[in-house]
C-alpha cells in the first residue's frame, strides 16, 4: 500500500510543480515526470500485489459522511489497475513534446495540472473502499478527463458531442449513487466490506447498477454520439476517454458484486450480454463505415467493451447461486488489458499519422508507409492485437467466451433461452469480423493504398521521439501475449519473442538511422 501512496504524492507533486512553474519549459519537465514516476510506483505496487497475492486495507482516522476514508488494495484492483497506469504514462511521453497548436503546447501548465489530477483520481477509484470517496473520486476523474477532452481546454470551444458524452456521464454517476442508497439501505456506513449491500434484492439496485456503469463504458443504448468526442481530441485524451473510462466503470462492476450480499441475479447476467453484444455489433458496424481514424478506433474500443460487458454477464450467469470471487473476473481483466493498451498504440500512431500528413480522413490520406514505416509497422501491430486475431491476448479470450455461449446454449431448458445464446454468438462473430475488416480498410487506404492526388509527403517527418511511447506499448503488448501462453504454449511464446525483438530492431533503427522533420 506504501507505494499506492507515494505515487500519489507523486501525481500531486507534477501537478502542483506544473502549475507553480514561471516558465512553460519547467512545467512540462515537471508534469511529465511526476506522471511518470508515479504511474512507476504504482505499476510497481500493483505487480508487488499480484506476485505475493496481498491484500491489504488501510483505514485513515478521518471521518467521512456515512463512514470513514478507507483505501484497500488487492488483487483485482491490481490487475485492472496496470493498464490504465501504463496507458497514463505513455500518454505522458507522448505529450511532453506536442507541436505548436495543441493544448499541452499551448497550454502547458493548465495540461499536466489536469492530467496529474486525472491520474491520482483514477487511482483513489481503484483503492477506494468507501462509497462516498468512491463517487467522489469517480467525479473528480471524469472533471479532469472533460478538460482534457478539447485541444484548448475552454468549456466555451468543446463541442456539442463532448457536452453529450459529459451529461451522460453525469447521469451515470448520479445513477451509481441511487444504487448506493438503495443497496445500503439501514447500513450503519458506506465502508466496503464483505456483503456491505444488504438490500439487493430490489431490482432497482441492480437496474441502477446497470445504467450508472453502462452510461459510464457507453453500453447500448448509451453514447449514441460516442466517437463524436474523440474527433477534435489528442492521442492521449483520446486514450483515456476510450480505454481508462470503461476499464474503471468495469472494475466497478467487479468490486460491487464481490461485496453484494446475495450473488447478482441471473436476469443481470443476461442484460449484460445482451447489452454487450448489441454494443459490439452497433460499434462494429459503425468502425466498418468511418473514415476518420481517431474515430474508427473509437468505436473499435466501444466494440470490445461490448464483449467486455459479454465477459462479465456469463460469469455472473455461470456462477448461479455460488458466491463470486475476483478469478471470475480474470477473463475479462484480461480482455480490458489487451484493450487498453492496444487502443492506446492505435490512438498514438493516429497522432503520428495526423503531425505528417495534416489529416486523419482515410479519404485524404495514403500512402503513408513509404514515409512512416515504423508507425505503419506500429499501427499494423496495434490493429491486429484489437481486432482480437492470433495468437495475440484477445484471441484466448474468444476461446473461452464461445465454447462459455456453447455451453449455455446446451443448458438452456427454453427455446426463447437457446435463441438468444444463438443470436449472440452470431452479434459477436460479426461484430469481430467488422471491427478486423475496417482496421483492414485503413491500413489499405493510409498506409499502404496509393498516395491521394495533388498529395506529396516530405521525407523525415517521423521523428524519433514520437515513437517512444508506442514503442513502449508495443514491448508492454509482449508481455500480455505472454501473459495468456497458457491458451497457445509454443505459438504464443513465439509470438511474444518475436513481439518484442521486432519493437526492439524498429527503436534501434528508428535512433541510429532517424531524421527530425
Not at 496507458?87 to 492530467?115: C, D, K, L
Not at 473510462?245 to 460491487?256: D, E, Q, S, T, W
Not at 493498451?341 to 495514403?366: E, P
Request: glycine content about 12%.
Amino acid at each position: 500500500m506504501q507505494w499506492m501512496f507515494w505515487a500519489l504524492l507523486s501525481f500531486m507533486a507534477g501537478a502542483t510543480g506544473a502549475f507553480t512553474s514561471i516558465r512553460e519549459r519547467a512545467a512540462r519537465f515537471f508534469g511529465a515526470f511526476g506522471c511518470v514516476a508515479g504511474c512507476g510506483l504504482s505499476l510497481y505496487g500493483a505487480g508487488f500485489v499480484l506476485k505475493h497475492r496481498m491484500s491489504s486495507t488501510h483505514i485513515i482516522n478521518w471521518r467521512l459522511l456515512f463512514g470513514s476514508l478507507n483505501l484497500g488494495v488487492d488483487s483485482l484492483c491490481a490487475r485492472w489497475l496496470i493498464p490504465a497506469m501504463m496507458t497514463f504514462a505513455m500518454g505522458a511521453i507522448s505529450a511532453y513534446r506536442q507541436p505548436p497548436g495543441e493544448y499541452a503546447a499551448n497550454r502547458p501548465r493548465a495540461h499536466w495540472v489536469w492530467y496529474n489530477l486525472g491520474a491520482a483520481a483514477a487511482i483513489l477509484v481503484f483503492l477506494a473502499r468507501n462509497g462516498v470517496f468512491f463517487l467522489f473520486a469517480w467525479g473528480c476523474f471524469l472533471s479532469a478527463v472533460f478538460f482534457l477532452s478539447k485541444g484548448n481546454g475552454r468549456i466555451l470551444s468543446i463541442p456539442a458531442a463532448g457536452i453529450e458524452r459529459r451529461a451522460g456521464e453525469c447521469l451515470g454517476w448520479c445513477a451509481l449513487l441511487g444504487a448506493f442508497l438503495t443497496g445500503a439501505r439501514g447500513a450503519a456506513n458506506l465502508n466496503f466490506q464483505a456483503a456491505f449491500f444488504t438490500n439487493t434484492s430490489s431490482p432497482w439496485f441492480w437496474i441502477l447498477l446497470w445504467i450508472g456503469f453502462g452510461a459510464l463504458a457507453g453500453l447500448f443504448p448509451f453514447g449514441k454520439r460516442y466517437a463524436d468526442a474523440f474527433a477534435s481530441a489528442p492521442g492521449q485524451s483520446s486514450a483515456i476517454m476510450g480505454g481508462i473510462v470503461p476499464a474503471l466503470a468495469f472494475y466497478g462492476f467487479a468490486r460491487i458484486a464481490l461485496i453484494a450480499d446475495a450473488p447478482p441475479p441471473a436476469w443481470w447476467g443476461r442484460i449484460l450480454v445482451v447489452s454487450g453484444s448489441a454494443t459490439a455489433l452497433f460499434a462494429g458496424g459503425k468502425a466498418l463505415g468511418e473514415r476518420d481514424l481517431s474515430r474508427l478506433i473509437a468505436w473499435s474500443s466501444r466494440k470490445n467493451s461490448g464483449i467486455v460487458a459479454v465477459c462479465f454477464g456469463l460469469a455472473l450467469i455461470g456462477s448461479g447461486e455460488g458466491r463470486l470471487t475476483s478469478a471470475d473476473f480474470s477473463v475479462a481483466a484480461l480482455l480490458m488489458a489487451n484493450h487498453v493498451l492496444s487502443g492506446t498504440l492505435l490512438h498514438l500512431c493516429a497522432d503520428n499519422m495526423r503531425y505528417a500528413s495534416g489529416a486523419r480522413d482515410l479519404s485524404r490520406i495514403g500512402g503513408l508507409f513509404k514515409v512512416m514505416p515504423a508507425t505503419g509497422m506500429l499501427f499494423l501491430l496495434g490493429a491486429a492485437w484489437a481486432s482480437l486475431l492470433p495468437p495475440f491476448s484477445g484471441f484466448s479470450v474468444l476461446t473461452r467466451v464461445f465454447p462459455a455461449l456453447a455451453r449455455h446454449l446446451a443448458d438452456s431448458a427454453s427455446a426463447a433461452e437457446v435463441f438468444l445464446f444463438s443470436l449472440l454468438g452470431v452479434a459477436l462473430t460479426g461484430a469481430v469480423a467488422m471491427g478486423a475488416l475496417s482496421f483492414g480498410r485503413a491500413l489499405g487506404s493510409g498506409f499502404f493504398g496509393a498516395p491521394c492526388a495533388g498529395k506529396s509527403y516530405p521525407a523525415g517527418r517521423e521523428p524519433p521521439s514520437r515513437l517512444v511511447a508506442p514503442l513502449g506499448l508495443a514491448i508492454s503488448g509482449a508481455f500480455i501475449v505472454y501473459a495468456t501462453r497458457a491458451a497457445f504454449p509454443a505459438l504464443t511464446l513465439v509470438m511474444a519473442i518475436l513481439f518484442a525483438l521486432f519493437a526492439a530492431l524498429i527503436a534501434g533503427w528508428r535512433l541510429a538511422f532517424g531524421r527530425r522533420g
